[in-house]
């Protein structure tokens, strides 16, 4: 998994000047997840979220996800927090986020924070690629993944996605549309 990060990187940051298009840090989203846990706890749900640009560097997001596992069980997330934007050249933004998680499972509560960094390239008017890792400190310990996504647009503010976060407990997929305006 490790390999795919660093590839999608390489190719972010060879993609040539001319075939990106501006970025854009305000959103909704709405995606259907796939989670396959440690120790064949599996399940599915959904996720809503958006993000808000403040200015050319700075925006807040937040996400809600509901889960259903295997055995019965559910799950909430909630996570709120800000991010800042570095465009280092019309190729390629750095992306920095400092979030807030609030985790439930059944009768199971924690939260804690987190820290992520990566990339975020969108390669012509169509198609855009990121890449990341996060640090997420709960206090029942801490987890660091990485996160991997691409878009497909369909029109100026629409896309179909998808990503994978991979963590050591557990992966999600993701597949969702967004709308930006």
Request: hydrophobic share 40%; aromatic share 14%.
């Amino acid at each position: 998994m490790k390999r795919i990060a660093l590839f999608a990187a390489i190719a972010a940051l060879c993609a040539p000047s001319a075939l990106l298009a501006d970025m854009n840090y305000t959103n909704f989203e709405v995606d259907y997840l796939d989670l396959d846990g440690d120790g064949g706890v599996n399940g599915d749900g959904f996720q809503i979220g958006g993000s808000w640009e403040l200015n050319d560097q700075f925006h807040l997001f937040g996400s809600w996800q509901d889960q259903s596992f295997d055995g019965g069980f559910d799950g909430e997330t909630l996570e709120l927090g800000g991010g800042w934007s570095h465009e280092f050249s019309d190729t390629l933004d750095f992306v920095g986020t400092l979030s807030f998680l609030d985790a439930e499972i059944e009768s199971f509560s924690d939260d804690g924070l987190a820290l992520g960094g990566g990339i975020r390239s969108r390669l012509g008017e169509s198609f855009e690629l990121d890449a990341g890792l996060k640090y997420v400190d709960f206090d029942s310990g801490s987890d660091t993944g990485i996160e991997l996504g691409g878009r497909y647009y369909f029109n100026d503010s629409m896309a179909l996605g998808a990503s994978l976060d991979s963590f050591d407990n557990a992966d999600t997929l993701r597949l969702g549309f967004r709308w930006e305006f």
